[in-house]
């Protein structure tokens, strides 16, 4: 039940890598000619927490990591993050990006070479960032950046036909500025009759899912990497396969994909445990191979709805809405 990967033997370093479905220009081709098919949202797994959305016309992504940059940055430096897949595409050619969002300011999430290969490539591109990363972001990129969205927990930015709602993140705790504005986001992102929600790396904590189930979720982006802060700094904090699939669960997405898996041998899982607890909580997922499209309608699930602010507790919400 496991992706059918092809792998390859690259002769830089001998190791098998993972090769996306589609790659480069190819990749590029699909996601122009996905306009054909009106109403229906396109989503890409670009690998790691990267993702890559068409709807009516605008291209988003989240958290893309389109380099070698950890491998780089670490070299000789204790834990090495070679890359486990190959990068998807070349962000000096894709193209039609109009916003891209970043959820914290890890190197894999924030990558100075792959935001200004999107902005060489697509010149008009916006860039949504928690608010208290935006003068660590400033300083990152430079004026060569794309212009700046900040959102804050609570809080949302309006971008035409996008809104993109800032969600609390733990990662592993609750990040703040020194004005009190959050380091770390997920996103739930409206448009249309769709509402996705993207986490960034989270753990659980107890406002996750009073935040999120303000929107009947279409589609949620979980990560299922785990957390094992005993291998030492540097390490993600994330829900587990099995966290994952409950909380796509109590959120009522009418689909869950997993993500953050199969880019770093050092903060990996198998999709097993996120598989096996979906089937068990008849919750309907997808795994997603790097590359391929899934083309989906506005499906939700019949037992999701807004908590209404009539509902009782809805004094402890205190989410700036």
Not at 65 to 76: K, R, T, V
Not at 272 to 281: G, V
Request: aromatic share 8%.
């Amino acid at each position: 039940m496991l992706s059918p990967y092809t792998k390859l033997e690259p002769p830089t370093t001998g190791e098998s890598m993972i090769i996306p479905v589609q790659k480069d220009l190819e990749l590029v081709e699909d996601f122009h000619s996905a306009d054909s098919v009106t109403g229906a949202l396109h989503v890409w797994w670009l690998g790691h927490s990267g993702f890559l959305l068409k709807w009516n016309g605008v291209g988003i992504m989240i958290d893309p990591y389109l380099s070698d940059s950890m491998a780089i940055q670490f070299n000789g430096r204790g834990r090495g993050w070679p890359r486990m897949t190959e990068r998807v595409v070349d962000p000096l050619i894709m193209s039609g990006v109009d916003l891209l969002l970043t959820t914290n300011n890890h190197l894999s999430h924030l990558d100075p070479e792959t935001i200004l290969g999107l902005r060489a490539a697509s010149p008009n591109m916006k860039m949504v960032v928690p608010a208290g990363s935006c003068h660590e972001v400033d300083e990152l990129l430079g004026s060569a950046g794309p212009h700046i969205l900040p959102v804050d927990a609570g809080c949302f930015v309006d971008d035409g036909e996008v809104t993109i709602h800032g969600i609390t993140a733990a990662n592993p705790d609750i990040q703040k500025d020194e004005k009190g504005a959050s380091k770390s986001l997920g996103y739930v992102l409206t448009m249309g009759p769709f509402a996705i929600y993207h986490s960034g790396d989270t753990l659980w904590h107890k406002s996750l899912v009073k935040e999120v189930r303000r929107w009947n979720l279409n589609l949620a982006m979980l990560p299922i990497s785990g957390y094992h802060p005993d291998e030492g700094p540097g390490m993600s904090a994330n829900l587990n396969g099995f966290e994952a699939s409950a909380l796509a669960k109590a959120v009522s997405a009418g689909l869950v994909v997993p993500s953050h898996y199969d880019m770093f041998a050092d903060d990996t899982a198998p999709t097993d445990e996120f598989i096996y607890c979906c089937d068990r909580l008849e919750q309907k997922y997808r795994i997603l191979q790097p590359g391929i499209r899934l083309t989906m309608g506005p499906m939700i699930d019949p037992g999701s709805g807004k908590a209404l602010p009539t509902e009782a507790h809805s004094s402890d919400w205190g989410l700036g809405y």
